[in-house]
């Protein structure tokens, strides 16, 4: 075993991203020095570009700038405030209502937009002021928004889960999407669950039941919206179009809805794609250079390494899934979910793929502990942004969030160890078989 080629890759990886180089840079940097061991800098510098422009040279990647672009013109057209008062008629009536109206909407916003930051600052800005008149700890308001919000990067169509199609060697995205409807569903109710015992034990708000009028009319309001993802999956499912194609259409669909609602013009568009581009070329950059570095692990036979290691300590799947899970959730502390995923998956999944784990259900088992990931401190981009929006502070937020978290780690286990919760949309309606 090359252990210097190990030391640098890690080791320039982990002492740039201290000095506070950006990480894509920092995966890149480090990824060029363990290259420059076994070759010259211009062969080295050679290597890196190809296997980043190759990494990059992908279809299915053109559905993640779309969906980024989707989810930007949902979060100026006015599509939030619809998806919360149709949330409000359905958990209404359950203890600590806000709460559940919370819970249910980030679900049904962040699986249109795909991402958790923006649906926890478009559903938790409206959230919380309300919460706050009603009586709400505004701590425990903001533990709600910030654990409901990555609900929506399990429940398609999930940027999250075409990264890691591509990375895991082409998993089908389609077979992705839909196993990812039971878990993210599983967690949304299990967060419901905490939120009604906690509100019904301190006497936060009171049950609310809509007239049949009003019920109807916010849920014809929210229709169009959520008629977005039967439009998505329906054509993905019955072959009308890929899932790059689909996220084309969500943008024209995006679009269109958003001139009906009056809530956007035209002359915001340029703005909303220029900040899509920002966030699609932060995106691509770090896939790219993270291509690179999964060639310098694969070149250092570092994930033959490390399942060696895990094989050494147990051959029972429980146990290595245990180990997996408990290492991905101390990763997911201190890097964010997109370069954690590129970079781990190959890693564990050849693991993962001789212990005879479907590659769609380590898919979605790798993305819902990462999700953990990014409502903890020091670098959950959800936690801060479910703070600022609730303008509250971080380590006033830190204990509410503690039964939140035991929910979470719950359902994560039952993801884990029940595969059928992953598998069976999959099986049932595209006969996956994976």
């Known amino acids: 075993m090359e252990w210097d080629i190990i030391l640098t890759l890690f080791g320039v990886f982990a002492f740039l991203l201290i000095i506070g180089v950006p990480i894509s840079f920092s995966i890149g940097l480090a990824s060029l020095a363990t290259i420059m061991l076994s070759l010259p800098f211009d ?38 405030l619809r998806l919360i008062n149709f949330a409000k008629v359905l958990g209404g009536r359950l203890p600590g ?38 009586g709400y700890d505004p701590a425990f308001s903001a533990a709600v928004n910030i654990t409901s919000c990555p609900t929506g990067l399990l429940i398609p169509p999930s940027n999250t889960l075409i990264v890691y199609s591509l990375i895991s060697g082409g998993t089908s995205i389609s077979a992705l999407f839909l ?31 809509a007239t049949c009028s009003e019920a109807f009319y916010r849920m014809l309001d929210a229709l169009p919206s959520l008629a977005l993802i039967v439009v998505i999956m329906g054509g993905i499912i019955a072959g009308i179009f890929t899932a ?14 958003s001139m009906i609602y009056r809530e956007m013009k035209l002359s915001d568009l340029p703005k909303v794609i220029l900040d899509s581009a920002v966030t699609t070329s932060i995106v691509l950059l770090l896939i790219g250079t993270s291509m690179g570095m999964s060639w310098a692990m694969a070149n250092a036979d570092i994930p033959y390494m490390i399942s060696d290691g895990l094989n050494a300590v147990s051959e029972n799947p429980i146990i290595i899934l245990l180990i997996i899970n408990v290492i991905l959730l101390i ?27 479907d590659p769609v259900h380590f898919g979605i088992i790798m993305t819902f502990n990462l999700c953990i990931g990014i409502c903890t401190p020091p670098v959950g981009s959800a936690l801060f942004v479910g703070c600022s929006v609730g303008d509250v502070s971080i380590d006033k937020v830190l204990k509410p969030l503690l039964p939140f978290f035991a929910m979470l780690l ?23 078989g994976g």
């Open 43 to 80: 062969p080295a510098i050679a290597v890196i570009a190809q296997k980043m422009a190759t990494g990059l040279d992908s279809f299915a990647l053109l559905a993640i700038p779309f969906f980024i672009l989707a989810g930007n013109i949902m979060n100026r057209g006015g599509i939030a």
């Open 97 to 134: 209502p806000l709460a559940h109206c919370n819970v249910l909407a980030n679900m049904m916003f962040g699986a249109l937009s795909g991402s958790a930051v923006a649906s926890a600052a478009a559903v938790g800005g409206v959230m919380s002021p309300m919460q706050k008149k009603e």
């Open 179 to 209: 196993a990812g409807y039971l878990p993210g569903i599983l967690m949304g109710v299990g967060l419901m669950i905490v939120a009604g015992i906690i509100a019904k034990r301190k006497g936060y708000g009171r049950p609310e039941k």
């Open 244 to 257: 790059t194609e689909a996220s084309a259409v969500a943008v024209v669909y995006t679009i269109g809805l």
């Open 331 to 357: 990763i997911g502390v201190f890097m964010d979910m997109t370069p954690a995923l590129l970079i781990f998956t190959p890693i564990f999944l050849p693991l993962a793929n001789q212990m005879g784990i």
């Open 410 to 432: 719950f359902t994560l286990m039952m993801v884990t160890y029940i595969p059928e919760i992953s598998l069976y949309l999959p099986r049932t309606i595209l006969g996956y």
